[in-house]
C-alpha cells in the first residue's frame, strides 16, 4: 500500500466554486468575479478559490464567498464535485460546487468596483473556465427543487403576495403558470401562511404571505408544479 510520501506531487488540487442566485427586477442572477489574471484574464468566473490544509470544504466556501463574493451569513448546499482532467490550463484541478441563494432584501453589498457584479443567469457575459456549465447545472437545480422543495423562500422577501410568488416561479422556470390552478396548489400545502397584512396598489389590497417554519425546515413537498 502507498504511503503519503509515496503519492506524487502532481496530484490534483482542489478547490471550491460558489454558484449564488437571487432575484433582481424580476429576473434570476448569478453572482460573477472578473478575473484580473491569467488564464482568462478579463472573462467573468465564480467567486472560488483554492481549499487550505484546515478548512473543511464549507469554510473554504464560506471565506471564498466572504472574500471575492463580499456576502456572508448565507444558505449553502453542496452542489457537484467537476473533475474533468483539462478543465482548468494550469494543472490537475478538482472543484467542489457549492449552491447559495439569497433574497434581494438582505442584499447590503453595494458593489462600486464592478468587478463583482449581478449577471443574467440564463445570459451571462463571457465566462472563464467551465463555470458556464456550473451555472447551467446549478440552474437545473434550482428548478428541480422549486418543484419539489419550499427553497423558494430564500429568493423571496419576509412578506409577499401570491401574485409575487408566482413571478418568482415563472422568472426561475421560464414559463408561465395558470394562476388559479397555482393559488389553488399552493394553499392546498401548509407551506405558506397569512401575515395579517396587505399590500396596496392600484388594485384592490392583496393579501401578504410568508413561508411557514414547516416550510423552513421541510427537505421534501409533494410536486406542484408544472
Known sequence: MNTLSDLPPELPKVTVDVVIFTLLNDELKVLLVQR?????????????????????????????????GRISNVWLEQLYTFGEPHRDPRARIITVTYFALIRP?????????????????????????????????????????????????????????????????????????????????????????????VRSGDHRPAKLFRFSENARFEIQARRLFP
Not at 46 to 55: D, N
Not at 114 to 134: K, R, S
Not at 156 to 165: D, Y
Open 36 to 68: 484580473p489574471i491569467q488564464p482568462f484574464a478579463g472573462s467573468w468566473t465564480l467567486p472560488g478559490g483554492f481549499v487550505q490544509a484546515e478548512e473543511s470544504l464549507e469554510e473554504a466556501a464560506r471565506r471564498v464567498l466572504a472574500e471575492k
Open 105 to 197: 432584501d438582505t442584499l447590503q453589498t453595494r458593489y462600486g468596483d464592478d468587478t463583482v457584479a449581478w449577471h443574467y443567469a440564463y445570459d451571462p457575459p463571457v465566462i472563464g473556465f467551465d463555470h458556464a456549465d456550473i451555472i447551467a447545472y446549478a440552474i437545473q437545480r434550482l428548478r428541480y427543487k422549486l418543484e419539489y422543495t419550499a427553497v423558494a423562500f430564500q429568493l423571496l422577501p419576509e412578506a409577499f403576495t401570491l401574485t409575487e410568488l408566482q413571478n418568482a416561479y415563472e422568472h426561475i422556470l421560464r414559463e408561465p403558470l395558470d394562476k388559479r390552478n397555482f393559488r389553488r396548489k399552493v394553499l392546498a400545502t401548509d407551506l405558506l401562511e397569512e401575515t395579517g397584512d
